[in-house]
């Protein structure tokens, strides 16, 4: 059974940083794409960042370009959003996706595996 979990989530001022993490069991890891996806309260959710199954090609929205980075650590099953200048408008709940060795040119929201998502909320 595939289990997809983030942590990492919490409270922080604007221009801070913080550290998601996404924890993956039941599939071999390296054999998929993964990403991170955010909603927000009353908007649609969002693609971040998606990284390629082979890490060969890593994606990031405009509106995080710059301030995030996606990693992945394939021997701990364990995929990493940095965020990094944190601003309110990035309040939402972060998910984490994967889906089988999907060709990363952009995050679309068709990925299989989802997890439950953490609360990240950027005070002013």
């Known amino acids: 059974q595939v289990q997809v979990v983030e942590s990492g989530g919490g409270l922080v001022q604007a221009g801070g940083s913080l550290r998601v993490s996404c924890q993956a069991s039941?599939?071999?890891?390296?054999?998929?794409?993964w990403a991170w996806f955010r909603q927000a309260p009353g908007k649609e959710r969002e693609g971040v960042s998606c990284?390629?199954?082979?890490?060969?090609?890593?994606y990031y929205a405009d509106s995080v370009k710059g301030r995030f980075t996606t990693s992945r650590d394939n021997a701990k099953n364990t995929l990493y959003l940095d965020m990094d200048n944190l601003k309110p408008e990035d309040t939402a709940v972060y998910y984490c996706?994967?889906?089988?060795?999907?060709?990363?040119?952009?995050?679309?929201?068709?990925?299989?595996?989802w997890g439950q998502g953490t609360q990240v909320t950027v005070s002013s």
């Open positions: 996706a994967a889906d089988f060795q999907v060709v990363v040119t952009s995050c679309p929201d068709t990925f299989g595996y």
């Open positions: 039941g599939l071999t890891f390296n054999d998929y794409s």
């Open positions: 990284i390629s199954w082979s890490a060969g090609s890593t």
